[in-house]
Each structure stands twice: as C-alpha cells, then as structure tokens.
Antibody
Framework: QLRLQESGPGLVKPSETLSLTCTVS??????????WGWIRQPPGKGLEWIGS???????HYTPSLKSRVTISVDPSENQFSLKMTSVTAADSAVYYC?????????????WGQGTLVTVSS | SYVLTQPPSVSVAPGKTARLPCGGN??????VHWYQQKPGQAPVLVVY???DRPSGIPERFSASNSGNTATLTITRVQAGDEADYYC???????????FGGGTKLTVL
C-alpha cells in the first residue's frame, strides 16, 4: 500500500525559506508510473496546487508561486521535497504531498495526512 | 488561466440526492476528478476520470461531465457525506493542475 508522509518545521519566520519533505513508502519514487505533487490549504480556504514533479525529473509550478518554489527528488531516500523562499503570512497553510498516476491529467490518488506550517515571527 | 467554479454551499435532506456542479470553459473536453474532504482530514478521491470510482467508494457517488459543467451526484445522502467537495482538472495550456473553490455539502 502506497503511503506518503510530510515532515518539516511547523513554524517559519517571515522572509525565510519553508522546507518540507515527503517520504514515500510502498512504491519507488523513480517509477515511471507516478507523478508527485504538493498542494496546500490555508486555514478555512480551498485547495491550491503548488507544483508537481514527474518521474523524469520535469517540474511544473503554479504561475503565482513559480518564482519562489522548487520541487526536487531524492531517490536514495525515496523522498521528494518542497522549498519556498521569501515566505509571508499568506503562505501559512496545511501542506499536502500527493501522488498522481503516470500522466499530469490523472487524479491525485493518494495523499499524505498534511502538515501545518505557520509563518510568524 | 483556467478557472473552475463551484457553488460555496449545497444543502440536502437525508435520503435525498445532492448534485454538486463544477463549471469551466469546455470542461467536457477534460478529465475531471472529485475529492471529498472532512474537517481536519486530508482530501479523499471519490471520482476520477469523469466517472470512475476508486475501490471502496460507494456506488451512491457518481459523476458526469459535458459541455461547460461537470456534476458530482450523491444519491441517498447520509449524514456522513457532509464534507467539502472539490473538483480538479489538468489545464494542458500551462501544464497546471487546477482545483475548484470547493462546495460545502450540508446534510439537513
């Protein structure tokens, strides 16, 4: 059974960099069968796709965050990561990692439980 | 950028049928996915590729997609169906995934 688990600091200071990791179990992260993504949800608001990473290493980001976000993969640890620079209070949210099957038009089939990140001094 | 529009809320009595629309320009040409999210929990996929259900999702959940509107239909609504529901597509013009704003389903 495929499982995803987010980890990282729950509190980040304004202007600093948010760094989160998603550990995947039950599947090889380098498999050509999957895409890997990050989605966030500010308190009381809807879901926002941040970006995705393909099995070939291609990345795509939502335009509004593209200048501040990097998604990368560490196959040796079976993990993928999110880095977001210059954070503000507006970046406070629950951050989810998720898995898509094989193509970018496929659904997010599996989700992590989410991790709350608060941006505050 | 591609926009998906969902009504903020829908209310339905127990045992009745709930229809949750998701509007988008020519959405019928895209694959639509639907997620259920209960308070404090991660989203759960309930319908993918317009009409398919993952294993474990009741047959009471179905969906359609045509023209400019996709619709999630929940028959014989139960109290446990009360949740937020999100539609989602892939916009190939920018290679971005797009979520609708979500609909809160209230069971009266």
């Amino acid at each position: 059974q495929l499982r995803l688990q987010e980890s990282g600091p729950g509190l980040v200071k304004p202007s600093e960099t948010l760094s989160l990791t998603c550990t995947v179990s039950g599947a090889f992260i380098s498999s050509s069968s999957y895409y890997w993504g990050w989605i966030r949800q500010p308190p009381g608001k809807g879901l926002e796709w941040i970006g995705s990473l393909s099995y070939s290493g291609d990345t795509h980001y939502t335009p509004s965050l593209k200048s501040r976000v990097t998604i990368s993969v560490d196959p040796s640890e079976n993990q993928f990561s999110l880095k977001m620079t210059s954070v503000t209070a507006a970046d406070s949210a629950v951050y989810y990692c998720a898995r898509q099957n094989s193509r970018p038009d496929k659904a997010f089939y599996d989700w992590g439980q989410g991790t709350l990140v608060t941006v505050s001094s | 950028s591609y926009v998906l529009t969902q009504p903020p809320s829908v209310s339905v009595a127990p045992g009745k049928t709930a229809r949750l629309p998701c509007g988008g320009n020519n959405i019928g040409s895209k694959s639509v996915h639907w997620y259920q999210q209960k308070p404090g929990q991660a989203p759960v996929l309930v319908v993918y590729d317009d009409t398919d259900r993952p294993s474990g999702i009741p047959e009471r959940f179905s969906a359609s997609n045509s023209g400019n509107t996709a619709t999630l239909t929940i028959t014989r609504v139960q109290a446990g169906d009360e949740a937020d529901y999100y539609c989602q597509v892939w916009d190939n013009s920018g290679d971005v995934r797009v979520f609708g704003g979500g609909t809160k389903l209230t069971v009266l």
